[in-house]
């Protein structure tokens, strides 16, 4: 390497190493998106900020397992109205 920057050369080596998986986007010719890992990463933040109130992490969880897989609400015991 040229560069006596120690930044500069350590990006350069990370760069040598994932060079096949740098170059995996354009081999695909943009067939693939992220959109729907950013599609979850999303509701799964949501729901994480809306379950501040949960007193439980089991409470919690069962939010994550039906916003992300929208999974049926279950029968209450009870009954508001």
Do not use: C, D
């Amino acid at each position: 390497m040229r560069s006596k920057i120690e930044p500069m050369k350590k990006v350069a080596r990370m760069l040598r190493n994932h060079h096949p998986l740098l170059l995996n986007w354009f081999r695909a010719k943009g067939q693939f998106s992220s959109g729907i890992v950013e599609g979850f990463n999303n509701k799964a933040k949501l729901t994480t900020r809306r379950a501040y109130g949960f007193k439980t992490y089991h409470a919690a969880e069962i939010a994550l397992y039906h916003a992300l897989g929208a999974l049926p609400v279950p029968e209450t015991a009870h009954e508001f109205f």
